[in-house]
Antibody, heavy 119, light 114 residues
Framework: DVQLVESGGGLVKPGGSLRLSCAAS????????MGWVRQAPGKGLEWVSS????????YYEDSLKGRFTVSRDNAKNSLYLQLNGLRGDDTGVYFC????????????WGQGTLVIVSS | QSALTQSASVAGSPGQSITISCTGS?????????????VSWYQQHPGKAPKLMIY???KRPPGVSNRFSGSKSGNTASLTISGLRPDDEGHYYC??????????FGGGTELTVL
């Protein structure tokens, strides 16, 4: 099956760090941009970051620059998001996605991993 | 406040058509420009991941019903759902590519099928 599976979420204290992973199966992600989108509880979707196929270009939502870092390992068919300096408003479900097409629409989504930032 | 504005909610009866609009400000937050030729629409059911319904304004991914169609006029993109069905109920989000090569989502519209 073609799918994305996130992992690495959990409960973390303010100021803490987490590394989210996204494993792809059923397709080779090395030719595609990949990205992360998050959703706070009861709120809408918020784009977080995208990374080009060879990691040459990385893009971030302005307010997250410097705290979040996106990376990928094409040999492992995986995508990652390092979250540092976590704050309460970073709480939410983090989805990874395959970007495919002009404007990078996300045509395949993972099920999401929940990050809770609380003391 | 998102630079892509969607109405909070819309409702329709089974079999009817509804249209959800997505209006962009002339500049997104940070001064980036929105590219309304690269608008996408997503459907999300409660507790589920979003699903891509429309990309590049009016293109449907494989497997998406032709009851879903997209269009744009100026700085407003629209998603029309015809022949409403109960399982169309959920939230719908527009997104636009920006001049900074980032992506911006609208605030979302909740569709209720009466």
């Amino acid at each position: 099956d073609v799918q994305l599976v996130e992992s690495g979420g959990g409960l973390v204290k303010p100021g803490g760090s987490l590394r989210l992973s996204c494993a792809a199966s059923g397709f080779d992600l090395s030719d595609l941009s990949m990205g992360w989108v998050r959703q706070a509880p009861g709120k809408g979707l918020e784009w977080v970051s995208s990374i080009s196929p060879t990691s040459s270009h990385k893009y971030y939502e302005d307010s997250l620059k410097g705290r979040f870092t996106v990376s990928r390992d094409n040999a492992k068919n995986s995508l990652y998001l390092q979250l540092n300096g976590l704050r309460g408003d970073d709480t939410g479900v983090y989805f990874c996605g395959r970007e495919n097409g002009g404007g990078r629409p996300t045509d395949l989504w993972g099920q999401g991993t929940l990050v809770i930032v609380s003391s | 406040q998102s630079a892509l504005t969607q109405s909070a909610s819309v409702a329709g009866s089974p079999g009817q058509s509804i249209t959800i609009s997505c209006t962009g400000s002339s500049n997104a937050a940070g001064g980036y420009k929105l590219d309304f030729d690269l608008v996408s629409w997503y459907q999300q059911h409660p507790g589920k991941a979003p699903k891509l319904m429309i990309y590049e304004v009016n293109k449907r991914p494989p497997g998406v019903s032709n009851r879903f169609s997209g269009s744009k006029s100026g700085n407003t993109a629209s998603l029309t759902i015809s022949g409403l069905r109960p399982d169309d109920e959920g939230h719908y989000y527009c997104s636009s590519f920006t001049s900074a090569s980032t992506v911006l989502f609208g605030g979302g519209t909740e569709l209720t099928v009466l």
